[in-house]
């Protein structure tokens, strides 16, 4: 089945920006978007953000979420320690019927 | 509170069944999408198993189509996933996540682990 491309890890320094990939193709992150999710080890995922750029209530400021074509793409400013953690895209696939993940990009904030 | 519980995992023999249940808490669970999402040890998150907020419409990942039933029964308020037909490919922590506008919403997974 295919998946979406995260690039596996992106290391950054404190308050510093990072900006997190996931490449899917038209039928995936280019027809509804993506969603991004956070996960601490041990810890089940937590949404960030929907359909590219729609925050829940209660998820920082500092984190948003775009879409380029094919390219969805989170940005997190002023970078702190609890942001280190993995992040997963997700979008709808039309052409599976199905959700498809990407492989999860690991953060870390020097 | 809206909560997410999964039970029902353990170890089970390849070519066994095992069925898990995912009971809602604060969250009518007929009112939205359902899903299940796995994740392997030390691996990513896989989708596994959908079932629409009205129970219509069921989807499947290729890897699992054909062994793996997801229902809900409304009157519980609970979510399962039938599986069967288990190979060592299956092991992982089992997910519920609750569909609004995503995956917003997540039980705190229950382990399957296959082994002879």
């Known amino acids: 089945q295919a998946g979406l491309t995260q690039p596996p890890s992106v290391s950054r320094g404190l308050g510093q920006i990072a900006t997190l990939t996931c490449t899917g193709d038209s039928n995936s992150v280019g027809y509804q978007g993506a969603t991004w999710l956070q996960q601490y080890q041990g810890q089940p995922p937590k949404l960030l953000s929907y359909r590219s750029n729609n925050r829940p209530s209660g998820i920082s400021e500092r984190l948003s979420a775009s879409r380029s074509g094919n390219t969805a793409s989170l940005t997190i400013t002023g970078l702190q320690p609890e942001d280190e953690a993995d992040y997963y895209c997700s979008a709808w696939d039309s052409s599976l019927s199905g959700w498809v993940f990407g492989g999860g990009t690991k953060l870390t904030v020097l | 509170?809206?909560?997410?519980?999964?039970?029902?995992?353990?170890?089970?023999?390849?070519?066994?069944?095992?069925?898990?249940?995912?009971?809602?808490?604060?969250?009518?669970?007929?009112?939205?999408?359902?899903?299940?999402?796995?994740?392997?040890?030390?691996?990513?998150?896989?989708?596994?198993?959908?079932?629409?907020?009205?129970?219509?419409?069921?989807?499947?990942?290729?890897?699992?189509?054909?062994?793996?039933?997801?229902?809900?029964?409304?009157?519980k308020n609970t979510l399962y996933l039938q599986m069967n037909s288990l190979t060592t490919d299956d092991t992982a922590v089992y997910y519920c996540a609750k569909e609004t506008e995503s995956f917003d919403i997540w039980g705190q997974g229950t382990m399957v682990t296959v082994s002879s």
């Open chain 2, 1 to 75: 509170q809206e909560q997410l519980v999964e039970s029902g995992g353990g170890v089970v023999q390849p070519g066994r069944s095992l069925r898990l249940s995912c009971a809602g808490s604060g969250i009518t669970l007929s009112h939205h999408g359902m899903h299940w999402v796995r994740q392997a040890p030390g691996k990513g998150l896989e989708w596994v198993a959908g079932l629409s907020h009205n129970g219509r419409d069921t989807w499947y990942a290729g890897s699992v189509k054909g062994r793996f039933t997801i229902s809900r029964d409304s009157s």
